[in-house]
């Protein structure tokens, strides 16, 4: 009967804290919301900078000249001209065509020593 007195008193506490932290998470959340920093930032005295539309007008034009100027420039630049690189024969290619060369060479050879 004792545990389950203490048990009672524990569950009641435990669903205390879990109320508190609730409202302590939502308060957290209210205050961190956009409207309530607004509120927050007027209270310790700063404005709203509300910027002048010709200041904005200027440097749009400025950024758009730039952006055409940088597009006609091209963002590769050559800097050397030169052919392009022929592939390298294999060696089987090198060997097949040494062979065909000296068997062309022995008939040759061969073709000369009855003829000559």
């Given at each position: 009967m004792?545990?389950?007195?203490k048990?009672s008193?524990?569950?009641k506490?435990m669903?205390?804290l879990?109320a ?7 308060n957290?959340?209210?205050?961190l919301?956009?409207a309530e920093l607004?509120?927050a930032?007027?209270k ?5 900078y509300?910027?002048?539309?010709t ?9 758009v000249k ?11 630049q ?8 022929q592939?390298?024969k294999?060696t ?7 062979v065909?060369?000296?068997a062309?060479?022995?008939t ?9």
């Amino acid at each position: 009967m004792d545990y389950g007195i203490k048990n009672s008193r524990l569950r009641k506490q435990m669903d205390e804290l879990e109320a508190e932290k609730r409202r302590l998470f939502l308060n957290k959340e209210i205050s961190l919301s956009p409207a309530e920093l607004m509120k927050a930032a007027k209270k310790l005295g700063f404005t709203q900078y509300v910027p002048d539309i010709t200041q904005i007008t200027a440097a749009t034009a400025a950024v758009v000249k730039t952006q055409k100027a940088d597009a006609m420039v091209p963002v590769v630049q050559k800097t050397v001209i030169s052919k392009p690189v022929q592939p390298a024969k294999t060696t089987a290619e090198t060997k097949s065509a040494k062979v065909e060369r000296q068997a062309k060479n022995k008939t040759d050879d061969g073709d000369r020593k009855y003829k000559g």
